[in-house]
């Protein structure tokens, strides 16, 4: 069973707004929410660490997310009004994947390092010759840079372990966002180049598109989208939040990496949260989104899986032969059976991100 890295989960979002618990398993969460708010707001949980060792999940980006107020809903504990408050969850949700790594290390790492990185990866194939589980990696990913005060700060951000930020959510004061559109604003170029001159890795996701093609022109760092789908496969979409064939080029141009989304409603246009039935998309149309990253890469080197699994939908909303994230693996037969081979298929699920990750984290 080939290894999968995924490369978008809001997990502190949960633990801090719905009380999650992901050492438990997917099943033992469901039926302790059952019939409570939480699966109402964010549906049926997709995840816990034996979900992850059933599915070989090596590691795992996990947000630093929460939503500007003016668009989040009454219920979200992590809304924020201005950068100060946004600065405080942020600094928090870091300090959630440091306490669960530091106390649990038999069940997470924490992930800022290329010997960090190969330690989890050590431990995974020792369990996977007969051992008892294996410690996942969590690898932290800013996704929305409102937090970000001062440029300053990013020097502190780097030594609390982060390696990646995406500047934008929804519009931020660094660029245009989903259903904010607009382009990289002054500051935004000036956190570019504050950002690489530490090294960190770029996330286009959610960026407006003149914001995308405009970072990926002066960005020198590594540019990802690590949670993003194909817009030529949705043309129906009502708004900014897919990539252009355009952005799509430019990143591999950039020897970049897109994880796509097995969300319903980023896979089928028309399909709609609590409304459409979940039998009208499968795997096969996940593996379409795959697909094209392919034809226009002319190889299968720079498409992954970024989840985003429990970040605002769950189970009821993703294609039917998922039960939780170990059916991942699924798409492995799929992409055989689409010409793929064994060894590219093992480099989508897992391989492209661990490769794109011995490139840009520090030793
Ligand atoms: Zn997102």
């Given at each position: 069973m080939p290894l999968i890295v995924d490369s978008h989960q809001d997990l502190a979002w949960n633990i801090l707004s719905f009380g999650r618990d992901y050492l438990r398993s997917a099943q033992e969460t469901r039926r302790i929410e059952k019939g409570s708010p939480t699966v109402e707001r964010n549906g049926d949980t997709l995840l816990g660490w034996p979900e992850y060792q059933q599915g070989n999940v090596a590691v795992v980006f996990a947000t630093l997310f929460s939503a500007p107020a003016r668009w989040a809903y009454d219920w979200e504990t992590y809304s924020y009004r201005e950068p100060k408050e946004a600065d405080r969850q942020y600094r928090q949700q870091m300090d959630v994947y440091h306490r669960l790594t530091g106390d649990h290390p038999d069940k997470f790492r924490f992930i800022s390092s290329v010997s960090d990185l190969d330690e989890v990866l050590a431990s995974q194939r020792e369990v996977n010759s007969g051992g008892q589980g294996y410690p996942v990696g969590l690898l932290p990913l800013m996704e929305g840079a409102d937090c970000i005060n001062d440029f300053g700060e990013l020097e502190e951000w780097w030594d609390r372990g982060l390696r990646f930020i995406g500047?934008?959510?929804?519009?931020?004061r660094f660029c245009g966002g989903t259903k904010e559109p607009g382009p990289l604003t002054p500051d935004g170029r000036k956190l570019l180049v504050a950002m690489a001159d530490l090294g960190f890795t770029l996330d286009l996701s959610h960026m407006d598109e003149p914001a995308a093609l405009e970072s990926l022109d002066i960005y020198p760092g590594h540019i990802v989208v690590t949670h993003g789908n194909c817009l030529a496969l949705l043309?129906?979409?009502?708004?900014?939040r897919h990539l252009s064939d355009r952005v799509i080029r430019g990143i591999l141009e950039r020897d970049g990496m897109i994880g796509v989304v097995p969300f319903n409603t980023f896979l089928k246009d028309g399909w709609l949260v609590g409304?459409?039935?979940?039998?009208?998309?499968?795997?096969m149309d996940l593996v379409a989104h795959i697909d094209h990253i392919c034809q226009l890469a002319g190889d299968a080197r720079h498409v992954g899986i970024g989840s985003d699994f429990d970040g605002g939908f769950g189970l009821q909303s993703?294609?039917?032969?998922?039960?939780?994230?170990?059916?991942?693996?699924?798409l492995v037969p799929l992409l055989l059976s689409c010409g793929y081979s064994e060894e590219d298929a093992a480099a989508i699920l897992g391989g492209n991100w661990i490769h794109m990750l011995h490139r840009s984290l520090p030793v």
């Open positions: 500047p934008a959510w929804a519009g931020t043309p129906k979409h009502e708004f900014n409304k459409s039935n979940r039998d009208e998309v499968s795997l993703t294609p039917k032969e998922i039960d939780t994230i170990a059916d991942l693996q699924k």
